[in-house]
């Protein structure tokens, strides 16, 4: 079973910048994939089109089984941006049932104190999210994604600005989400982050798939996939 499914999928900003061409890829359950691609590859493109923030213009989005834009997908899944944009005049506490709402959950406010207190923000579930540092305000992000536990969870740089502390607690968490069959589409720069937890890495450039296959098969091509990226990038062929 795919719990992500992308099919052909084309996405052009106007007549002049072609972002997608044909990418297809796909995101099996229990498995963490990671997405990885050059600054203007077309990542947060992709990702913007499989949560139907961007009308996809040609291919087919799939998840968990249903076309992208239904109710039955939106429900599958939950995108953690990129940015620390968060309603500043909630509480965590607020803001996590918020989210946990719009899929229909209540959440155990112990499970959601722990969580806070094991990535290092005791006692602060109940502050202004006004007041948390950007970090803190990731890992919030963070935090929502291991409460509503989706079927897919997609994650745009999220895990860039939290501390090496808060890093190594969030594999171990993404880890457990694909461990119960649940899968994760992680995109970062990061490279060890990567080689330790992610089963197959998508390699996107220009709008698109470079590279797609397991991250053993490709460490042990290339070396390591700093390498692969950096092998590719100077060889000149895009
Ligand atoms: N709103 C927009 N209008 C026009 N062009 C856009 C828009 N958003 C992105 N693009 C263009 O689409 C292409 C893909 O951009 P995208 O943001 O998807 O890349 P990315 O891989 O996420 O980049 P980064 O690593 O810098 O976040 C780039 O050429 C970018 O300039």
Do not use: W
Not at 171 to 183: M, P
Not at 211 to 234: C, H, I, K, Q
């Amino acid at each position: 079973m795919n719990d992500l499914e992308i099919i052909g999928l084309d996405y052009s900003y106007g007549r002049e910048v072609k972002a997608l061409d044909g990418v297809g890829f796909s995101v099996p359950s229990g498995s963490v994939v990671g997405l990885l691609g050059p600054n203007g590859s077309g990542k947060s493109t992709l990702i913007k089109n499989v949560f139907d923030l961007l009308e996809s213009q040609a291919g087919t989005i799939a998840v968990g089984g249903s076309p992208h834009t239904t109710p039955e997908a939106k429900r599958e899944a939950v995108y953690l941006s990129s940015n620390d944009y968060l309603p500043e005049f909630l509480t965590a506490a607020e803001y996590v049932a918020m989210m946990a709402g719009f899929y229909g959950l209540e959440v155990d406010r112990e499970d959601a104190a722990d969580l806070f207190s094991r990535f290092a923000m005791d006692g602060r579930y109940d502050d202004l999210i006004e007041n948390f540092s950007h970090g803190m305000r990731k890992k919030t992000q963070l935090i929502v994604a291991l409460l509503v536990r989706r079927r897919l969870t997609v994650i745009d740089e999220t895990l860039n600005g939290v501390d090496l502390e808060a890093l190594h607690l969030a594999e171990k968490e993404l880890a457990g989400l694909r461990d119960e069959g649940r899968s994760v589409l992680l995109c970062t720069h990061d490279f060890p982050v990567l080689e330790r937890i992610a089963d197959e890495i998508v390699f996107l450039d220009h709008g698109r798939v470079v590279f797609n296959a397991p991250t053993a098969g490709l460490v042990d091509e290339y070396g390591s996939l700093e390498r692969m990226v950096y092998g590719y990038l100077e060889a000149g062929e895009r």
